[in-house]
């Protein structure tokens, strides 16, 4: 894998110049490297990853199983990108199994959700059916543990 | 009382830098960089496997040895790893960690007066456990020129009458020092003509980052003088579970398993169960690891040269230990200032014996983030301390 994406995968907050430092490479080179996951299409962009618990309150967190019927031609992609258009829509992913899309939502309300499921997406043409989950509680956020009680009486020095 | 107190035990110097410890452990925002265990937390798998265990009613004492299926587990990988072979019968003995077979091995060898080798900066027991096994405890200095490898020279200058053991840590803690495959043989030759027997404790072997790992006891004649501790603490991240084995001729194992069936009857078994885990599945965790020590050692051993604290870089273990000789400053000093000044922990080169004067410890089982933070806040203390330090 590429170094800097390794690194960056690590999910340490680190500016150019160090990313440049721990890899022994310059600024430019890591910039050139950036530019190359984007160009290629690897690297999509930034974003923070934030404790679910904090956006509790503010935004409602729903899951849609969607069954919708492939096209002559072009199959689930045509209709698949035209759900992803939403911009409440966080992912969307073609799946096997019991249904087809996968589709990540986030909104302000449970009542957005509704009306987004029950008027968009539900009425396109190819939508077949769709099942939607409410996420309850997160315990686990893109590789991070929550509510994991960290260890106070370690040692802070030791031989 | 202190009348009650046996005198070897009195004898014992109390560590001054436990009192450093404490000024530490009460300041909340301090970077330490003194930590002498893996920052990462036990891998998932083995504590999963530790809790299946506990949750299957495991909970009993074992064989005084250790389970039949960890020995033999312990002697495939030795085999594979340090290409020497044991029987899992009766030539391997499961103890509560290095420093219970360290313990153990000294007070199974050594009669009243025996002299026992050990090279120095090295692990703060060293020293007190031979004392207190009523052994004389004969240090060999190891030089940063050497990059802290034990040399033949050092060895037979050292050596004296009446030294009966030789006691080696390689890599070591705090130097991160390895020795190379033809000095080993030197050091083992001179083992054999000095009759002596070898104590190696090869706790970091799996954090070697360049060159191979040798285990004195695979070299030609060694293994029937050649007692071999190892444990889990380091390399899979298990400090807390107190899990360690020797390995050695048998007539040897019986006599330490003799002290040990009754000192301590057998390690607890729910540790033993998690070991067992960490030698059947945690290779990859270990290897994770690893790669990550050597990543974060590169970035700190050339930030210390940067700044113009002389560091070699360590083959082994997960400690930088840069001089600090330059600054004018003693290492303890050093260290205290440092920490009032830039709240930065570190551990004063003398706390591994008088070998360590003019260094200091600086462990980089750490994140990316506290290294660079730790190195900043160095180099604005030596900035604004000691003028006289340059790159």
């Known amino acids: 894998m590429n170094p800097v994406l390794k690194l960056i995968l690590e999910g340490e907050r680190l500016t150019t110049a160090q990313i440049g430092e721990v890899l022994n490479l310059s600024r430019q080179e890591v910039e050139a490297e950036y530019e190359k996951l984007k160009t290629e299409g690897v690297l999509l962009g930034w974003r923070p990853i934030l404790n679910p618990d904090f956006i509790a309150g503010k935004e409602v967190h729903a899951v849609i199983e969607v069954k919708i019927s492939p096209e002559r031609e072009g199959g689930f992609d045509r209709l698949a990108q035209r759900i992803s258009q939403f911009d409440h829509v966080e992912s969307c992913y073609l799946m096997s199994g019991g249904y087809d899309l996968l589709v990540f939502m986030r909104a302000d309300s449970l009542h957005h959700v509704a009306s987004y499921v029950f008027e968009r997406l539900s009425t396109l043409p190819g939508v077949l059916s769709t099942a939607t989950h409410f996420m309850l509680r997160a315990y686990k956020e893109q590789g991070y543990l929550l509510g994991e009680e960290t260890l106070t009486d370690k040692p802070s020095m030791s031989f | ?391």
């Not at chain 2, 060159?211 to 400090?239: C, D, N, Y």
Request: glycine content about 8%.
């Open chain 2, 1 to 391: 009382m202190s009348r009650f107190v046996a005198k070897h035990v009195a004898g014992l110097p109390r560590s001054g830098i436990r009192d450093f410890f404490a000024i530490v452990a009460q300041m909340k925002d301090a970077i330490s960089l003194g930590i002498g265990e893996p920052d990462f937390v036990t891998p998932w798998g083995i504590r999963e496997a530790t809790i299946f265990a506990l949750e299957q009613g495991k909970t009993s004492y074992t064989d005084n040895r250790g389970l039949n299926a960890l020995r033999e587990e312990i002697a495939d990988y030795v085999a594979e790893l340090f290409d020497v072979s044991y029987d899992p019968e009766d030539e391997i003995l499961v103890t509560v960690g290095v420093s219970e077979a360290l313990d153990t091995a000294l007070r199974a060898i050594i009669n009243p007066g025996d002299k026992v080798m050990y090279h120095e900066p090295c692990y703060v027991s060293y020293s007190p456990s031979i004392t207190l096994a009523h052994g004389i405890a004969v240090p060999i200095i190891t030089k940063a020129e050497d990059a802290f490898a034990m040399t033949a020279e050092a060895l037979a200058e050292a050596w004296e009458p009446g030294c009966k053991a030789l006691l080696l840590n390689f890599p070591t803690n705090p130097t991160g020092g390895t020795v190379a495959r033809e000095t080993l043989q030197k050091i083992a030759a001179f083992a054999q003509e000095k009759d002596m027997i070898v104590i190696s404790d090869e706790i970091y072997s799996e954090l070697t980052y360049e060159g191979e790992h040798v285990s004195i006891a695979s070299l030609p004649g060694m293994r029937e003088r050649t007692l071999f501790l190892h444990g889990f603490s380091k390399a899979f991240a298990m400090t807390g579970f107190r899990i360690g084995y020797a390995c050695g001729p048998k007539d040897l194992i019986d006599a330490m398993m003799r002290i040990h069936q009754y000192g301590i009857l057998c390690a607890p078994i729910m540790s033993q169960e998690a070991a067992l885990e960490a030698l059947r599945h945690g290779q990859d965790d270990m290897l994770f690891m690893k790669e990550r020590y050597q990543q974060r050692r590169d970035c700190i051993v050339e930030r210390f040269n940067k700044m113009g604290l002389k560091c070699h870089k360590p083959k082994g273990a997960f400690y930088a230990f840069p001089s600090i000789a330059d600054t004018g400053m003693g290492e303890v000093d050093f260290a205290k200032a440092l920490l009032e000044q830039e709240k930065v922990a570190v551990v004063p080169g003398t706390a591994f014996g008088s070998g360590g004067k003019g260094f200091i410890r600086a462990s980089f089982a750490t994140s990316y983030d506290n290294i660079l933070k730790a190195t900043e806040r160095m180099e604005r203390f030596l900035e604004t301390r000691c003028q006289g330090v340059s790159a």
